[in-house]
């Protein structure tokens, strides 16, 4: 890895928004789950959470390049995730048209925040929109009453950055990676080949030092180059 790739990757891991998530609901589109993943990345979304339809429980179905550097955390039904992240303190709210929604540029997004996503068909569960805090909706000027669930996140995902820049919380997050979780990212990504070698032969992921490069053991190199 160069040390303007190591740089770039840096700079793009010290903005990640930790406390901003989307969860995608039995989203089961693969274009529209990519999209979702697309955009977190371009807005600094770290991870993303979601109970896949029972049919579809793994991401083989996305593209490799979508879940480069977001990742996602797969429950087995809403009550699980919601319970995760309300764990973590966040505001937990669902596109859903009530008579108690608001328009979705009213909400703080600078406070710990999910937001819940239905899938293509049906929309979220009547058990999604019991567990959220608030509805919120983006308003429609046309015939249409919704857009799709990949444009609605976009749309989202836009407004809270929006509000999180002008708060300089892409400067200065007010909650960071983990050192560890930053130096596994950098190993993966930065050298993918080696990442996959280790993991297959259950090896410690190596320090990766400031100008990109792995530092470890000779013991290590050993058991890399192994058959």
Not at 25 to 35: D, F, G, I, M
Not at 97 to 111: G, N, P, Q, W
């Amino acid at each position: 890895m160069n040390l303007e790739r190591y740089q770039r990757i840096q700079h793009v891991l010290k903005s990640r928004q930790i406390d901003l998530t989307f969860c995608l609901e039995e989203v089961h589109k693969p274009n529209n789950v990519s999209a979702v993943i697309r955009t977190a990345d371009a807005t600094a979304i770290h991870k993303i959470h979601a109970v896949w339809p029972h049919a579809m429980r793994t991401l083989s179905h996305t593209s490799a390049g979508a879940r480069n550097w977001v990742e996602v955390e797969t429950h087995h039904t809403i009550d699980d995730a919601v319970s995760v992240l309300k764990q973590q303190n966040m505001q937990i709210l669902v596109t859903n048209l009530s008579e108690t929604a608001v328009d979705f540029r009213e909400i703080d997004y600078t406070k710990p925040t999910a937001i819940l996503l239905g899938g293509e068909k049906m929309g979220v569960s009547e058990q999604a929109k019991q567990l959220a805090d608030q509805d919120i909706i983006i308003p429609m000027m046309g015939m249409v009453q919704s857009l799709n669930v990949s444009v609605a996140s976009a749309v989202i995902m836009y407004e809270a950055q929006r509000q999180r820049q002008a708060a300089g919380m892409y400067d200065h997050p007010t909650s960071k990676l983990a050192e560890k979780t930053i130096q596994r990212i950098l190993f993966e990504r930065g050298h993918p080949v080696l990442a996959k070698v280790a993991k297959r032969k259950g090896l410690p992921f190596p320090l990766i030092d400031e100008q990109g490069e792995i530092v470890a053991s000779e013991e290590w190199w050993q058991e890399m180059q192994k058959k």
